[in-house]
């Protein structure tokens, strides 16, 4: 098992040691309320993640000042990839049901998509769909949208 792996098992709190290590594979970049990452799954390309750091479990954890902070990250990890990948739109989700600490799902949306699943929320897709290993992040394969989405939020304050 690979470092990385470890962390992944950990959950939110093992990939921010290891963002913060410079070990976290899927990092974009680390912008001012936390950690912009790839998702797991590309199966719509450009789906990713803000994970707030310092960690909380929720926005209601935050002030004020924070959570506009975190929610301006992740309209702006938003803009970033709608510029790189040209979806038709970006759908944002904030739950923490399952892992309870603060972070956002950013999740390009296509016109491609067929219309009954572009109505609903990407979760709808087949889990088999979403875990298949051609759609699952590689950093060969998705090195360039990485650097593609870096440069975005570099250019893009």
Same mark, same amino acid.
């Given at each position: ?14 990939? +921010?040691? *290891? ?9 974009? %970049? =680390? /912008? @001012? ?28 954890? +935050?002030? *004020? ?9 992740? %309209? =702006? /990890? @938003? ?79």
């Amino acid at each position: 098992m690979t470092i990385w792996d470890e962390a992944v098992q950990r959950g939110i709190p093992g990939r +921010l040691e *290891a963002a913060r290590r410079g070990e976290n594979p899927t990092v974009i %970049a =680390r /912008l @001012g309320s936390g950690w912009a990452v790839l998702g797991d799954s590309q199966l719509l390309l450009g789906y990713g993640l803000l994970l707030a750091d310092p960690e909380v479990a929720s926005l209601e954890a +935050l002030d *004020a000042s924070h959570q506009l902070a975190f929610l301006a990250d992740m %309209a =702006r /990890l @938003g803009r970033a990839v709608q510029a790189v990948t040209s979806c038709a739109r970006v759908n944002y989700a904030v739950m923490g049901n399952t892992d309870p600490y603060l972070h956002a799902h950013i999740w390009a949306r296509y016109d491609w998509e067929e219309p009954e699943r572009r109505a609903w929320p990407v979760w709808n897709y087949p889990a088999q769909e979403r875990a298949a290993p051609g759609v699952a992040f590689n950093l060969e394969r998705h090195a360039g949208l990485l650097e593609q989405l870096c440069a975005q939020l570099q250019s893009r304050p």
